[in-house]
């Protein structure tokens, strides 16, 4: 086919048909020259998807770019039907904001129309996947020795949930002193091998695929000691506590190392790092960049480089191996705590063993020499002079031998530096076996003793508590069943009595009272206190003896009726027959029993009864009681 060059006039409409032979086809168009003038697409696009946010960079052809000005972007939800525009402010670079991050785009990109360009063309439609929006899961780092000395193997192994949308990732390694970023390691694989030096790092893994990267996930690899960094291989001197010089004894074996760095880290300080050149060295002094404080231990390390191009630590992947390290301390103190949890076991007669836990390294403020175990007899008068034991730093248990049998100890123990020992724990009280049986703590002996107490008062106390309380706390007896009450309940009914005044016996009166009606159902009868019937007069002499043969007289009562019942008694007198002798001799509590006393007589002229004469002794045949009257009168009512 021979094409022939065409003078057109761009302001002129033409016409144009198009044959194809092969298909035998026509096409026409016609149109005026400079309005079918198009533009194409542009020639480069990069996308990234970050924060729900898409970023556009693009580039034109060279023909293009200079008139182009802006550019149009039109997405939408994967097979979906309505699309969403919108105009950048610059013909290079644009974003698209507020995208669902779990969802599917498609975008199309053209430049917005101008004079020159009067018709764009639509890009082809470019396809995002959902962004990446959550980081990898790092199932664990195995550490293991590597081949050469002062070098270990870390195998690092991981996972993504969606792996299907990751195209990749990439593992970056750096020290955990924040020395310079080495570049980050690519692989498509979920693990990776890395030989390494003994010191810190850190770990970021991301996954990523052609339009979004996640988030990182982050792993922190502890240092590791050196086996030989307490053989002196490294030794440090302190200036002050802004430098230091520190030396190793093996040149011959480090000649052919050009770039060494030493790190220095502590519990409480982010570790630092110092870089230098040496040939044929055997130690460097330091001008630390931060001061150094006492009692606090610092981790100092030396690493060793044998290429210069690694020295900056672009490449970290076996480029570097740890030549020793070493534990120091600026300025040193005795331990600020003691040793805790102390236990024993395996207790003979003789002897024990003691366990504790060690004390914290923060707490040390020095390099720990030991452990001083102080104990001795416990005892109020015991003079038993204290004995001690030092044990090696190492050591959290020791046997106490040469003991006393069933004897008590008290126990301390405290940890020792270089500058001294330190707190001593607090006293535990341990005792060794009495008599092959295993020792009892004071205070379980007292508790058996205080409970056999308690049983041997419960079982034999009782019958000791009985006896005692019959032997001075007698029963009181009750009035009601009193056999001296008991016995004066006779049914008698005595005829009231007249008060007759006599005048003629002696000068002063003689008062006949009639006792007082019983109560119904209570009948008694009474003597006054010569033996003559109540009624009698009294007189102020002795009354002459009476005969036998007087007993026949009417004014004599028989025995049987010579018994007084008051009329004060309890309970029921005919339920409760009098037996035996009188065991009541309470008369306070026979009075109350007693009708009260009738009003007192009074006397005429000089006639009435003297206090003295009448201060006489009244007793009951029979009765079983006796009381004095301490009054002028005679209290009749008493009898």
């Not at 939800?77 to 290079?92: A, C, D, H, I």
């Not at 922190?220 to 030396?247: E, I, K, Y």
Request: glycine share 6%; with cysteine.
């Amino acid at each position: 086919m021979t094409l022939n060059n065409l003078w057109i006039y761009k302001d002129k409409n033409i016409t144009v048909h198009v044959f194809d032979k092969n298909n035998c086809t026509k096409a026409s168009f016609r149109g005026v020259p400079k309005q079918m003038i198009r533009c194409d697409p542009p020639a480069n696009v990069s996308f990234l998807r970050l924060s729900r946010r898409l970023m556009v960079n693009l580039t034109w052809r060279p023909e293009d770019e200079r008139h182009i000005k802006k550019y149009d972007l039109r997405y939408r939800v994967l097979n979906s039907v309505f699309w969403n525009e919108s105009q950048s402010t610059e013909r290079n670079k644009g974003s698209v904001e507020h995208l669902d991050p779990s969802l599917s785009y498609e975008v199309e990109i053209r430049c917005s129309p101008i004079d020159f360009c009067p018709k764009c063309s639509w890009s082809p439609p470019y396809l995002f996947p959902p962004e990446l929006t959550v980081p990898p899961v790092i199932l664990n780092v195995e550490d293991d020795v590597a081949g050469q000395n002062g070098c270990r193997l870390l195998l690092i192994r991981w996972n993504y949930p969606s792996r299907e949308l990751v195209k990749g990732y990439s593992v970056k390694v750096e020290h955990a002193s924040g020395e310079g970023p080495s570049d980050p390691i690519p692989t498509d694989q979920m693990e990776l091998r890395l030989i390494v030096s003994y010191s810190a790092y850190q770990l970021q893994i991301t996954a990523s695929n052609e339009f979004s990267t996640s988030p990182a996930a982050h792993w922190t690899v502890p240092a590791r000691r050196h086996r030989d960094g307490a053989g002196g291989r490294l030794n440090v001197t302190f200036h002050s506590n802004m430098s230091l010089t520190l030396s190793w004894s093996d040149s011959e074996a480090l000649k052919p190392i050009v770039c060494y760095s030493v790190e220095l880290s502590s519990r409480v300080h982010k570790p630092q790092y110092y870089l230098f050149y040496l040939h044929n060295a055997s130690h460097q002094l330091i001008s630390l960049k931060e001061p150094l404080e006492p009692y606090q231990m610092y981790d100092i390390t030396l690493h060793t480089r044998t290429n210069k191009n690694v020295c900056n630590m672009e490449r970290i992947n076996n480029s570097e191996s740890t030549y020793g390290s070493l534990q120091a301390y600026f300025r040193e103190g005795a331990p600020v705590s003691a040793p805790t949890n102390i236990s024993r076991s395996n207790v003979t007669l003789t002897s024990m063993v003691l366990t504790w836990r060690p004390v914290p390294v923060e707490d040390l403020r020095g390099h720990l020499l030991g452990y001083t175990l102080l104990y001795k007899e416990t005892g109020p008068q015991n003079t038993s002079t204290p004995r001690n034991t030092t044990v090696d730093p190492t050591v959290v248990s020791q046997e106490l031998v040469g003991l006393e049998s069933g004897t008590v100890y008290t126990v301390q123990i405290a940890a020792f530096t270089s500058a001294g020992a330190g707190v001593k724990s607090s006293a535990s009280y341990f005792g060794t076996s009495s008599q092959g049986l295993p020792f009892l703590h004071k205070a379980v002996k007292n508790s058996l003793i205080t409970c056999s107490v308690l049983i041997g008062i419960i079982l034999f106390g009782s019958p000791l508590l009985k006896r005692a309380k019959g032997s001075f706390w007698p029963n009181v007896p009750n009035p009601g069943t009193s056999s001296a009450i008991q016995r004066m309940v006779k049914s008698y009914e005595l005829e009231p009595l007249k008060l007759t005044i006599l005048r003629e016996e002696c000068d002063t009166c003689t008062l006949h009272l009639p006792p007082p009606d019983p109560p119904l159902g209570l009948q008694y009868t009474g003597l006054q206190g010569s033996g003559q019937p109540l009624g009698t007069p009294l007189s102020c002499e002795e009354p002459p003896r009476r005969d036998a043969s007087d007993d026949s007289t009417g004014d004599t009562l028989p025995d049987d009726e010579r018994t007084t019942t008051p009329d004060a008694l309890q309970g029921d007198p005919e339920s409760a027959p009098g037996k035996g002798p009188s065991d009541y001799t309470t008369m306070e509590l026979f009075q109350q029993g007693m009708p009260p006393p009738p009003p007192a007589c009074r006397t005429e002229g000089h006639a009435g009864l003297h206090g003295e004469e009448m201060n006489k002794t009244v007793h009951g045949n029979g009765s079983g009681y006796s009381r004095q009257s301490s009054q002028g009168p005679m209290e009749i009512g008493a009898l």
